[in-house]
C-alpha cells in the first residue's frame, strides 16, 4: 500500500472518563508528515496500545504528548484541559508536572549516576525542600520520607539489591524496569512506555505483560504504550490505534485490530491489483 | 635549594587557587550547556571593577566585599538570561558567539565608565597584611586562598551530590531532554549554575585583585584564558579537574618565573637566562599538547556525540 491510498480512520466512542485526547495531531518536519491528522483518546485506567510499522510516527506521537516536539497543527487535552498543540509552548517539565511520565524507545537513564539516584531525581518535582533547609538538613523528616518512597518503588520493581550499582552498567532488561521505576517516581496518572519489551525474550515479555498491569492497578494508573510485540498488545490492551505512514488506518479492540484487513495489509503488504 | 622554591611555591599555589574559582564556572556551565563561556573571565574583572567603586563609596570593606559577591552573582544570572536564554535551542556556535559579544560588551562598559585608566584595587584588611613564613615574606591572602578554595570545592561538591538542585544539576548535564521529562525545571538548574560560577569568579577577583592591585577593562582577559586551559587540562565539565589543573598551572608558572633565579643559586647556571617570560607560554603550550594527546582532559569523560 503506498502513502497515497492510506484512508484516515476517525476516533471511535467509548462511554468512560476520558483522560488524554488528540485531536487531529499533526506533526511536520520540512516534506515530512510524520504524525498527520491523528485523532485519538484514553479513558481512566485504560491500558491503550499504540502500533504500526517502523516510522509510522508513534514515538513522534509520543513526543507532541510530552511536548518534546511542538505540534504542527492539532490540540492534546489532558483531563479536559489544553496542554499542547498548535500555537501552545509548554515545556516538557510542565507536562510532567501535570501528571504524565514516559520512558523512551532507547533507554536514557542517567549514566554516572546510581540506579537510586536516578530514582530521586525524577521525585524533584515533588520534593519541596529548597537549598537553605537542604544544606543545614532542617528538613530531615522529608527527606526521610522521599528516600523510602524511592526505595518502596525499587521494591515495586525488584531493583533494592542493585539500589547502589550505576544504573548503565545494569543488564538491558533492569534499565527497562529502572526506567519505569524513574517515570513513577514523577507521580504521574497516566503512563506512556516506548517499546517497554524491546530487546525481551518471550518469557520476559509475558513478565513485562503481568508487571505493567499490576503497576496499573497499584498506582492507579492509566498506561498509553507503543509496543511491536504482538503478544503482549493483544494480552493486555483493552483497545488499539494503528497508524501507517503517520496517518491513523484502524482501532478498536484487540479483536477487532487483528481482524482488520487494512491493518494485516499495513504489517503484511498486499499485491497491486 | 627549599629556600629559593617555596616562595615560588607558594605564590603558585595562591595564584592556582585564584584560577581555580574562576576555572570552575568554565567547567560547570559546559557540563551543563556545552558552551564555552567567553564571557566568564570578564565577568570576573567586572567583580573587581565593582569592589573599586564600592569601596569608594566609603562602605565598610566587609560589606563591600558581601556586596561584590551578590552582584556578580547577579551579573552572571542577567548574562544568561539575556544573551543565552533566548538562544536555548540555536545551534551550539550562535550561542558561543553570543558569549563573545558579551565579553566585548563588559570589557567595552568597563571602558566606558573608567576611561581605560588602571583603577587601584582597595587593600582588605588582614588579608592584604604581610606575614612572614619561613623563607617567604607574602600576604595573608597567598595563605588563605588555597584554604578557602578547598572549603569551597568541598561545599559546591556537597551541594551537587546531597542536595536537590544539585541532584537536578548533574541529570541536566547527563541528558537535556530526559531531565526534562522527569519534572526538571531547566531554566533555574542552569541560572543557578550561572550564580554559582559568578560568585566563585567574585571570591576569585578579591582574592586575585588583592595580590595584582590594579583593574583595567582588560584584567579579566589572562586569568580567564588560564582558567580556560586549567578547565580544559582537567577535563571540561569535571569540577576535581578543573581545580587541580587551575592548581598545577599556578604552581608551574610561578616555578618558571623563579627558575632563572633557582637555577643560579643552585648553580646550575651562571647568568640569568630570561627563563620567566616562558610563564605564560608554558600554560598555552600544555593547552596545545593536552588538545593534542588527550583531548578529553585528566578527567574528562570519554563521550562520542549522540547521533
Redesign the interface.
Known sequence: MSEMEIKTVPDMETDGETVLKLEHLTMQFGGVIAVNDFSMHIDRGEIVALIGPNGAGKTTAFNCVTSVYQPTSGHIYFHGKEIGGEKMHVTPDRITEQGIARTFQNIRLFSGMTVFDNIMTAMHLRRKSGLLTQVLHLNAEEEKKNREKAWKLLETVGLTDVAEEMATSLPYGKQRLLEIARALATEPTLLLLDEPAAGMNPQETNELGQFIVRIKNEFNLTVFMIEHHMNLVMDISDRIYVLDFGKPIANGTPEEVQQNPVVIAAYLGVDEE | MWDTIFPYLLSGISVGGQYALIAIGYTMVYGILRLINFAHGDVFMVAGIIMVYIAASGLPVWISVLLVLIITALVGFVIERVAYKPLRTAPRMSVMISAIGVSYTLQNLVLYITGGLNKQYPAIPVISDSVKIGSATTKVVTIVTPVLVILLVVGLV??IN????G??M??VS??F???????????SVISTTFVIGSFLAGVGSVLYFTNYPTVIQTSGAMPGLKAFVAAVFGGIGSIPGAVIGAFIIGIMENLIKGLDVILFKAGAISRPLGLAIFSDAFTFALLIIILVVKPTGLFG?KTTDKV
Open positions: 556537597m551541594l546531597r542536595t536537590k538542585i541532584m537536578a548533574r541529570a547527563k541528558d531532554e530526559t531531565a526534562q521529562l522527569m519534572g526538571i525545571k531547566i531554566n569523560e
